[in-house]
């Protein structure tokens, strides 16, 4: 129970290094019966791929997905589904320097003090290339819960550093690099990326990540609650530094009067809920936002330590993403599926005779 | 595992409802020999309780702590530590009415449509009177942490609703009922809170819990973070709408040059991290914001339907807190306590011979 | 994880000491609608119960149980279902020296060096005392079994020392202290255990456990398996020192020809699988024989050492069971049902929808 | 939680299939600071691997492991070590057979009622092939439990069939194809496997496992023993229908002044606990019997049924070992092996500050 585990019955395994030479996952507990092929997995991987336009890292990763185990003959068996990804573009040579000093707001300092050891290639297993593993295992989930319950999970990029994005429609998500929901304003990001990057500096970003027809009735009471479950697997992410659902922190300043949704016999009014009461699904879609932190591997020079503790001056060459929220979307989308399809389980578990099924 | 475990290694096991003969927990896994005695618990049980000012529920609750097992001699002798609190003043009438139909804002609607059936006296067990057990649970690991390794936890409500608090000193917390920070807001939130009371209507709040002296190195990269396994504790807590680590959602809008916290020889210069980086704790304090919605039990009327679907006008009456906020600032401290207190055992449990120690 | 939980979905925390003030566990997992009610637990409480014969301890305990919660008009509500026992006829004193000397036989020595603090009196938590929680819990899975599935769990005491007991029938083995199934032998017994009281000595046994009604296709391939879930059970059972499945050690001289259980469309012809194949349920009885060691508490004078590692000559007074198998029959049926009940759960989370339901 | 994953703390999730492309684990939980190649894990293998001799399949696997994570220039970093081994002889085409009928005494049954659907090719995930990655993952827990401990697991055969097998020495055991540690029983051994192997019939055998310098304090009073890890362990290998600890079965007929090991200054004198006491270990060898049942694969034909539910006669043609129990002891060696280090780990966190140490 090192911590690499996700999920109690649907649940990820996930291992690996930046510049090791593969990344994977072992995926137990989907279900029997799935139609699931290699492609499958592929479309996600490829939306969270590096390489795939100038503002993000240029490292060349075609991140093929080998599935391994736990399919045959087009269908999940019910056993462990073992997905392989090679590193094909590492150039661990980029990485001499930084053996011996702690890049600010980088996990460098925690692990060398945690592990007395430490893999520094690519940031090793803090590299948020390791997120490749989850979305792959996402993309189990996301079918999974769509061919069984009509379950649809999509996000979305609501703010790049200071420019907030609205929500406009769907169709425009997968038409720019950024996730945008607003065609508008795609123009407007290219250019502060541009310029961003030859700042040498980074940005953070917001994402929202939304299920639509989620059943009621998926989550516990106390402790590991539906939304609390969705806290831990969000803000397990790297760079993750805000967790809200539904109002979220605006729920501080609202009344009880203007927070609690009002029902009707067609439904809810409101969702200040987010799809969550009392740790359960409510049956209206499930609202997550989350805040990420700008890329700690920039350019500009820095302030630092050596392991040593002397003073050193640290700035970060290679490729890095000068936003890592900009491909943070599919991953957010893969671990809200992943907790889903978990909490799917545990209810047919528990309450898979009640009779409203 | 249906929910109601909190930890890996330090965990707690909560049974209970608001209106059942008891509730309580099973502590498993504190280490042998701490001094221990329901003085210990009482204390922060008490800090919890209701009916210690007028603007918490009145219901009159002494939430007298019974030891039944795990401490021989007045030390913990590494086996479980049965804890139970008796309810004294259930007033199960009040609820009848309540039994038929679904209050907004409340999780009635989604326990019946999970279970099919629901205790509904005082919510039953999503009351939020279950936090008793966490908050004596919580007791339990914040001695042993201090004990152990000087850490202390602590917190301090900073929003009641519209109204921000300063941070002033850690010596006025507990001097009102609100456990501000600042003594010179503490008449304009009495004044606040009396006419929100006569309103029959409730707000939300704003809490920060701040945990010192917690030494580098817990925490794990992926998935079971510190920061991760922190954001599942709190958003497991009752009302709880969102949570933050560090500069949270203000790392949207950062720049990487502005985010990252350099380092000098005598330290991190900045805490924009909150004390986690890549999952790891830093050494540095550990800071967590949380967004706590307003009660949804007000008597302000509103709509809503009943079991057979028909719309109905639902009234809260009984006894409530007209902001659940204000007592959560002691349970939100036993939730961060108890996951340092799990990360601690489970960094022993993995570099226990890294030489650091 | 410190080892008080049983089960996964179904499952068991136990807690509390030979002479605490109660003991008890929480039962968490049990599915929402089932008709529980004290007298439910009562009578598998009644069957282990010390003080029933002049073979067994004459320890007078009700161990009458309370219902915490997780039950409301009569039905489980699909939450924790809390469970106390008072401790009542605790008598401290008896065990004043045994605090400084290791019993042969008994886990004082292995207790006081992990720990480095232990609880003496009456063995504290390594007394079979604690069986009774678990007996408890067992109740509850074994009426959820049988209304759920129709399956029943029985067992009876098949050798006691070196006297081997046919199965007879079920009816008898209710009629008898020793959970014997063939009532002819009974006298024989009697006189066996009052010679063996006289001697101050102890001896072991050896138990069938037996449950029908178990559907093809509860247990997992490899790991979790049923049989390991039901091995783990088993062997944690004070005293238990070895574990069988169908024709366990008989299956070394065994050929194939023989041992492989042929099937017909009547259904399998043999059952040397004991109703486990591959780790899995196929249908038929699931059995299982346990081998239990004599008591280590005797009064016969043994060699050992105390505290300061020096010679001494032990002797263990107090009340004690000369043969703890002779109350072991319900206690090993309870960890059957509770075994059998968490993977019920787990099947149906993993392959409900699978067509042969 | 699909029962792939064993162990707590140092914990092995496994995957694949016979017949598929790979079948590998993730080791997760291993500290860091371990030197580890992969000769180190390959030495293990190798003494598994099949084609060895005329007297296990014939079926050519080299099981060449690669490890492709948590290692850093030759030690381990305390993140996931990914094991993978690739299948390379594979013949599908020999089960085609079988993908129809149920193999008596073979988990075909009872995948297919399960699943609905398996992988018929070799067994599927029901092979014994299925037990390279547990190997593979034990010989980093026997080489971490070693170099912190000085703890050594050792088995050998203690039966084959009907033909008991003494212990004579340790060095005897890698000599010979069946891990006999008597050398003058080995013609006798070779010339009754090749007449059971003409006969196209199986037989069981029996295997000791022995773990050497395990300290005293690993394990648990309840529930989880030490004991009952390793019963749970043992009886989730293929095949394994019985386990003792220690005395085992002898214990059912022995008496308390025989069975419970006597102390004195100089340690015990006796081993009947098999090192085990009240589920924690007393610093003697941990003692540890299994029973394996004879291969179901056998080319004498048998009744059963096929998936209509209609007779039919079965004969399991192609390459199978006559006696699974001959490549049983180094599985059950690193079974032991792993156990013992998870509990390594669970005592460090529990009770790592016991003066003991």
Redesign the interface.
Known sequence: ??????G??F???????SH?????C?V??C???LALSEADIQIELDRRRPGTSRHVTQRQESDRV?I???V?EG?T??????L?IRNIDARSKDYSNIAET??????D???F???????PRGG???SAR?TAPTVAAGAIAKKWLRE?FGTQVRGYMS?L??IPLDFVSWEHVETNPFFAADPSRVQELEEYMDA?RKAG??????IEVIAEGVP??????????L??????????L?A??????????????????????????DGF?TN???G????????QPVCVSL????????R?E????DKA???VMVQTLGRHDPCVGIRATPIAEALLALVLADHA????????????R
Not at 77 to 82: D, L
Not at 113 to 119: F, H, L
Not at 201 to 206: H, N, Y
Not at 345 to 355: E, F, I, K
């Open positions: 129970m090192s911590g690499n585990t996700l109690t019955l649940r990820v395994t996930n291992f690996g290094e090791g030479p593969a990344i994977g072992v137990d507990g279900p029997p019966g080998e391994l185990s736990g045959f269908h068996t019910g056993t462990p589904i073992g392989l702690f890049r600010p707001g980088h996990a300092y925690s692990y003090k945690k592990y007395g050891v430490r893999d090793g297993r803090s390791l069984n703010a550093g200071p961003l500096d980074s940005v953070g970003a917001r009621v009735g998926w989550g516990a009471p106390i402790y590991d609650r939304d609390a479950d969705i806290a831990h697997a969000m803000m397990g790297n993750v530094k805000g967790v809200e659902i539904g109002a979220g922190f605006r729920s501080v300043a609202q009344r009880g009067s203007e927070h609690g949704d009002e029902m009707t016999p009014l200040n809920a987010g969550v009461l009392g740790g359960i699904s409510t049956g805040a990420i932190k700008p890329t700690s591997s920039i500009t820095r302030r630092s330590v503790g002397q003073a389980l545990l209810d047919r578990a528990l309450c898979g005779t009640v009779l409203r």
